[in-house]
């Protein structure tokens, strides 16, 4: 960890805690003098402790280390390995015709795997997620329970798919005629590439005729939505609730924070940045931070979000002005 | 009631319907004149009125209150009682080691309990809802359809999470290095306070360290994301859709409008009420209205939205008034 | 197709592609130029095009159209016929007493039926769809995985219900008593009629007293929330994440593109349209377009918005005004 021990060395602790409920079986941390007042209450394992603040509280053990928020990082595995896989098929599993399962795979309670399945080595479905036919899931992935992976889609290797979860669903579209809107067959796949995770009850339709890329590396929040056609590429954050109309382009290590919305056909630029809640409707470059209702750039409009505020009294300024200038011309 | 019977003091009914839909073995109501056509077609049982409006009509009783429908709130459950709580265990339930159901608990049919669940008195869990390792549900809850508590997950008494919620799945946090967004593992807990109501398909993270928490007598409605290491105090209302980052605080009895996003780590002091789709980047004073974006104290926000759309004409009588100095100074 | 043929009339295609995957084995199309480098590399099978670009490429055969997209959209359901239904109880249904299913049902594993379903002919319920006690679901519907209709729900003919959506969970409603948000019990029902589809993970609440109604032929997309007692007309299409509050009225043929906010009680008239975003807080004439926050004419919100980011140097100017005014003054 690259810190100073201070206290005893054989001190052990078996979890990490915040403050507040640690005890000496804890390792948990302090960095803000305001949490102080907690340490004193408490008798507890290890503290992990920015230099200032070393000589607060009565821990076994004290690390004094620079960042202890971020010290505690790595150490989380190590207390927290991973539940030991259980490879093995619950009995009640539902396997169609010509299902290829990898080595190792866990399937559990109520998964249904449809016709031409394949399941890649090590892989985990939880309970009731099922697979349409033909889907192809690849190597260590891991599917949260009740997710739904429609026919035909694809994910490659070590993809986290959170519960209730939907991939390749039909996509929004309707041609008018004849007094109703005729449904759009909907013929291109949902391809989820590896190292994504996408979050719980998080929705991507399938392509019309092309597909629906989700790139490497990408990572996708909560109740998210993906239109058919879209294209996310690598290492992107797509924060809760956002929303991508059909056809989008979002180009590699974007990032759209919440409840972000990006209407049809447009590109988001390689790197782009867009605040919460932005309203997007046009094409955003490379490397640049928009924001707002419709979007603009960022310090554009936190400028006009600025005058926005002061206009009441612009107003009745301008007001005055006029006002004066009749009586002078009067 | 409280009110004044006028016709059959016999007269019963089996039901309540909207007026339009309304006959001989309903309860119906009237109170605002402008339905009063509808009444004229139908045969009533019985009809709760305004004094105003209480010579519309043939039912066969009537009853004068002062507010028909807050009158008929208590009559719900009189004359719809809840269906008969059918304890028991079907026989496609799934149960991991060491599970401890209380006293009349009913499990539906493909529900999967895994090792170390504890699940209270009275409580009902119905079709595939999961629950992951260790999760404790308390007495008399009602957990809908297909919804997941991720393993650690607790939840006190009386509580109602409805069909497709997802409580305790991992937040949404990576630290960007050697070229991937690397998981943060969340080791932090999902706890549910007592009388709790949480809407369908809305999704809770669990805390990365510290715990997300959703106070006593709060009610979420569907389609809400909570963040990691959210504190949601005591009788709070979260309208549809509303996005809770991380780290945010919303103390006791603050109301959030539909669509409201929070940005993180900021709180919402007691008593806030947040208008619809508003978008809050800072924190809250208790006790105020905010609205619109960025959100502003909700007075300051409508007198900027009233200016903005005088905008137009007011540019225009600038550039006529500079336009005038123009040729004053000519 | 209305369409000229040039090249090998005998050429046979088995599938649709995007221009960036075709091969010899399949149609595709090509309407715009910058995509023609992409046909140099390939061998096509068939190609739609128009006449300014069918000198280009080396297909098989050629086919010169008007719009070579919409011309595609007859041809899906002959290259990909619908898989055909295969009629049949799975054994691990579990159906409650009264069922009543039409001819050539299908249904899936872990589907569940409550007392008194009824279900119409070849209606399709996939794996672990849950329908409460006394629902009605008409002749030729098709429910994805998952989803859930509460007790008492009514679905007519031809209707899809994505994965996970969930129909007729109770409205969001309380009232404040005794220091306690006491719950409204709801008794109205959640009616969609016919042709109706109805997006993954979206939730559409019951009635208070009346019901929640989607009427004929309207299109619903995922994540949206519909709240208790909303009527929506015929023909309307609501896009991805729009959330409408209580007792909405939506007349038919109305268009609310993603991310829309309508709060209760409003009318949206027949055939108006709501750009993405909009947040509507009043009722909308018939056949208008609004846009923005709060919604406004959509003209006007343009104005206003333009006129918005002009602000910063209009001030500026008044500034400069108001200092010479003073000025002039001394």
Known sequence: MGGTLQGDPAAQVSGVAPLDRADATHLTFLANAKYAPLLAERSIGVLLVTAELADLGNPRARIVVKNPHEAMLPLLPLLYPPPPRVPGIHPSVILGRGVALGDEVSLGPGVVLADGVRVGARTRLEAHVVLGAGVEVGDDCHVYPGATLYAGTRVRDRVRIHAGARL???????????????????????????????????????????????????????LVHVAHNVRVGRLCLLMAQVGIAGSVRIEDGCILAGQVGVSGHVTIGK???????????????????WSGYPARPHKEALRAQAAMFKLPSLIRALERLVERRRDDER
Chains 1, 2, 3 share one sequence.
């Open 271 to 289: 790197g782009a940045r867009l605040a919460a809640q932005a309203g997007v409707f046009g094409s955003i470059p490379a490397g640049e931070t």
């Open 168 to 222: 390749g669903s039909d996509g929004f579209g309707y041609v008018f005629r004849e007094g109703e809107h005729a449904k759009i067959p909907h013929v291109g796949r949902c391809i989820v590439e590896s190292d994504v995770e996408i979050g719980a009850n998080t929705t991507i339709d399938r392509g019309s005729i092309d597909d629906t890329v989700i790139g490497a590396g990408t990572k996708i929040d909560n």
